[in-house]
């Protein structure tokens, strides 16, 4: 059986392989912290499993409309105007199975063969796999931890080309947690209004995790707001990984090419997550309020271990819940047994040997960083670390 090529032009992401890891270990009985995976450990706030309790009693078992129901895509357009100040018809929303459909939609909608793809390091392990699965060309862009992990539109427009189609970034970023300002997303927003044909891809799935104030969002500024796909859903701002549900807000055009796509891959999401998705966006942030609050804690916890551990460099979070500290003092070290030659083999290491699953930073284009989530309970923080500073204390 000859397969596609299509699969030799991206890779398994390294997040769900590392899961993957740690269930293999776990198999065998061995108690393995998970500190890989970029999901809450909280249940879904209880009246958002009401109102999809009271969908499944009230029918809702049918095909659902390509872009969503119209009261959910109303529901997003209250949201944006309510949390962004962002003004959206329900036309320009497309609800799909996850942000990640919605970032796929957005880049097979506009990214043709050799079109380029400005993406700032470090970025989520998904958005350069779906630009090569598209026949585009990855950009990018290095940032530093000296510069918080933001790209200056200096570095940015240096970049540019006749070929550039998109610029893609998440605030708050995984893995880094940096956050983008009002100010320095502005002066983002003067350099591409200087080049109409760039889409920015805009993922705010962790708007709601940031430790820093209010969020922001480029979309704001009007100049250029029809450049900007907004891209969001429900898996991290309230608890809802496993249901299923992001969205984009854009213009027609792009909303009705988008459309278009997603009713030959999958059609529109489930009925019944919908109905709970409305629930969430317009009800009571109470639960997603304490959740932050939460990480909140976790982080400050987590920065004082990441910090006491010996030759660890770590950026600070500004939001999302990660830490991806440069661990490159550790190359060339052994244990005896095995040298490490590269961030890959630290996080290998710390899986075989102290039991704690964390994700090389090579699947985010920073080669010398390990993202570490918070996303677990404090308790097995301070567990995995206290296990990570001993096996490290074996490396000489």
């Known amino acids: ?102 970032l796929a939609n957005a880049l097979l909608a506009l990214v043709d063969e050799g079109d380029e793809v400005i993406i700032p390091t470090p970025y989520w392990v998904t958005y350069s796999e779906l630009v090569k699965i598209a026949r585009g ?46 100010a320095e997303l502005e002066a983002l927003a003067n350099l591409f209004k200087k080049y109409p044909q760039i889409t920015i891809l805009s993922d705010e799935i962790y708007e709601y995790i940031n430790f820093i104030g209010k969020h922001e969002s480029i ?51 489930s009925s019944i997550t919908q109905k709970a998705a409305v629930a969430a966006l317009v009800g009571d942030l109470k639960p997603s309020i304490a959740m932050t609050e939460e990480f909140t804690r976790r982080r400050t916890t987590t920065l004082a271990l990441v910090n006491a551990m010996p030759g660890f460099k770590c950026f600070s979070p500004e939001g999302a819940f990660y830490v991806f500290p440069d661990v490159s003092s550790y190359y060339g070290k052994s244990d005896g047994q095995q040298t490490i030659k590269n961030a890959s083999d630290l996080s290998m290491f710390l899986l075989n040997t102290a039991h704690v699953s964390s994700v090389m930073g090579d699947a985010f284009g920073e080669p010398h960083c390990v993202r570490f989530s918070f996303a677990n309970s404090m308790e097995n923080i301070e567990k995995a670390w206290a296990r990570i500073r001993e096996a490290l204390a074996t490396l000489k």
Request: proline letters at 5%.
């Open 219 to 269: 979309a704001q500024f009007s100049e250029i707001k029809d450049q900007v796909i907004v891209i969001n859903g429900l898996s991290k701002g309230f608890a809802m990984t496993g249901w299923r549900l992001g969205y984009t807000a854009s213009n027609i055009t792009l909303a009705k090419a988008m459309e278009k796509l997603q009713g030959q891959f999958t059609s529109g999401t």
């Open 137 to 182: 060309k990855v950009v990018e862009i290095r940032t530093t931890v000296e510069a918080g992990f933001k790209a200056t539109p200096a570095q940015i427009e240096a970049a540019i080309t006749p070929k550039t189609k998109v610029f893609m970034f998440s605030s708050p970023c995984n893995p880094s947690g940096a956050v983008y300002n009002k």
């Open 1 to 102: 059986m000859e397969l596609s090529s299509l699969l030799n032009r991206f890779s398994e992401p390294e997040t769900l392989k590392m899961a993957k890891l740690g269930r293999e270990l776990r198999a065998k009985g061995i108690d393995v912290i998970d500190l890989s995976l970029g999901e809450p450990d909280f249940d879904t706030p209880q009246h958002i499993k009401d109102a999809a309790i009271k969908a499944i009693n009230d029918n809702w078992s049918h095909y659902t409309p390509v872009a969503g129901f119209l009261d959910l895509r109303e529901a997003v357009c209250t949201k944006l105007k309510r949390d962004n100040n962002l003004d959206y018809t329900p036309e320009q929303i497309i609800t799909s199975t996850g942000a990640k459909q919605s």
